[in-house]
């Protein structure tokens, strides 16, 4: 994979500044009590945990779009939500990060995708879920696509899908169409229920679990992954896939036959937690300011090594992308 000095970079980012990227997918609301453990319960054998504070934030599709938002895009998120007060608190923290919420809907009859951790001791001790996986309606589905191709300047569109039931497969076929006709780039981060629905897209990011899941094989020996990403690029008649290998780096294969290992950048891995959100966010914002699949992919890598080095879900700003940039230069 090539290099990239700090002054292309900074050119990229700032040609990307203020641009508008649709993020469309499954929403959630990630809340987090905090607190710690001294005793076991005299009613059954389980930890009490003394709640010290709570906090929430931005979790799938959201999280991508405060990614967005970080790095001085525009993102518009179109999801959907319940009516309750998880998904106003949802539209709060938006709100609050100056992230326009017209692309989402509330719905009466489906709850707000919440993941609840329980965190004793700075150690996981319990996930609550309430969710929904069920499949939006058709009329649901076109409801989010005209809030996002009602806006005439989009320079690009992620897919977020978590198999949540946001991402149907006529939904992804109308977007991947329209986006075709109007030369509008699309980035997908996929899961296992409509992997190869995504086709003839910008760039298609499988990390390695979900590639195994879908083709049906593992990823060891590098002649696997080279096998799997040329076998992508032709099911799926894609331009890029982007195989994200954990501490491997990244693969990334290229419709015109190149294939570039993107090595991993993170110095002391503290938390992988939303680093693929990270990747895909700046891997759009990228190719938004200009960057060459090659240069996006590297920045990606860059951006994800930082949020790999900090504990808990953040987000990267470009001055610390420049930074880490220069760091490696010396």
């Avoid at 779009?65 to 009516?83: R, S, T």
Wanted: glycine letters at 8%.
């Amino acid at each position: 994979m090539q290099s990239i000095s700090s002054s292309r970079a900074q050119e990229i980012l700032a040609h990307s500044t203020g641009k508008t990227i649709a993020v469309v997918g499954d929403v959630m609301l990630d809340r987090y009590f905090w607190g710690s453990v001294s005793r076991i319960s005299p009613e059954a054998p389980v930890p009490v945990i003394d709640l010290e504070h709570e906090s929430l934030h931005l979790g799938g599709a959201a999280n991508v779009a405060g990614n967005l938002q970080a790095l001085g895009i525009k993102p518009l998120l179109c999801g959907v939500i319940g009516d309750d007060n998880t998904g106003a608190m949802l539209l709060d923290i938006l709100e609050s990060m100056g992230c326009s919420s017209t692309g989402m809907i509330r719905l009466s009859h489906r709850p707000t995708t919440v993941k609840t951790r329980i965190i004793g001791n700075n150690q996981q001790m319990l996930r609550v879920d309430r969710e929904i996986r069920d499949a939006i309606s058709d009329a649901e589905a076109d409801m989010l696509m005209g809030s996002m191709m009602n806006i005439p300047d989009l320079s690009g569109i992620i897919l977020e899908d978590y198999n949540k039931g946001v991402m149907t497969q006529s939904l992804i076929r109308s977007i991947c169409s329209i986006a075709e006709a109007r030369n509008i780039p699309v980035f997908v981060d996929p899961k296992f229920n409509h992997f190869f629905d995504y086709k003839g897209v910008a760039v298609f990011k499988p990390n390695r679990k979900e590639a195994q899941e879908a083709l049906g094989y593992l990823l060891r020996s590098a002649d696997d992954i080279q096998k799997a990403g040329k076998e992508l690029l032709k099911r799926l008649e894609c331009r890029n896939v982007l195989l994200t290998l954990g501490e491997q780096g990244m693969m990334l294969f290229e419709d015109n036959g190149n294939v570039s290992s993107v090595p991993t950048r993170a110095r002391k891995v503290s938390d992988v937690s939303g680093a693929g959100d990270t990747t895909i966010a700046m891997l759009a914002a990228a190719m938004a300011g200009g960057a060459s699949v090659q240069e996006a992919a590297t920045l990606s890598n860059y951006a994800a090594g930082i949020v790999c080095e900090q504990p808990g879900i953040v987000t990267v700003k470009p001055a610390e992308v420049i930074h880490a940039i220069d760091i490696d230069a010396e």
